[in-house]
Nanobody, 126 residues
Framework: QVQLIESGGGLAQAGGSLRLSCAAS??????MGWFRQAPGKKREFVAA????????YYADSVKGRFTIAWDNAQNTVSLQMTNLQPEDTAVYYC?????????????????????WGQGTQVTVSS
């Protein structure tokens, strides 16, 4: 049974930091990513990383502030978030692809992700 379990959400002040973790189990994955959904908005891509090669991909809105990493030994993917802003407030979801796609653009395509976690709330106060 595949499981993606997120942890690490919470409350931060603007300019602060939080670190999210996603513990994956049940099978191997080609790519893992983070998405977020703010109230009243569509789910949006945040960051992704490939298991082979470690290629990373970020949304422009978080580039330079967020860092995604994959600990293969623990099968855990983390998202280090720094310089948080109120607009980063959202439910953050961990997601995983079971199929390898060569197209880099598929790393940010939520329809290409097969497995999803339950989400963890991140709230940033101004």
């Amino acid at each position: 049974q595949v499981q993606l379990i997120e942890s690490g959400g919470g409350l931060a002040q603007a300019g602060g930091s939080l670190r999210l973790s996603c513990a994956a189990s049940g099978r191997t994955f080609s790519t893992m990513g983070w998405f977020r959904q703010a109230p009243g908005k569509k789910r949006e891509f945040v960051a992704a990383i490939r298991g082979t090669g470690g290629r990373t991909y970020y949304a422009d809105s978080v580039k330079g502030r967020f860092t995604i990493a994959w600990d293969n030994a623990q099968n855990t993917v983390s998202l280090q978030m720094t310089n948080l802003q109120p607009e980063d407030t959202a439910v953050y979801y961990c997601a995983a692809q079971g199929i390898w796609y060569s197209a880099i653009s598929y790393m940010s395509a939520d329809q290409k992700y097969d497995y999803w976690g339950q989400g963890t709330q991140v709230t940033v106060s101004s």
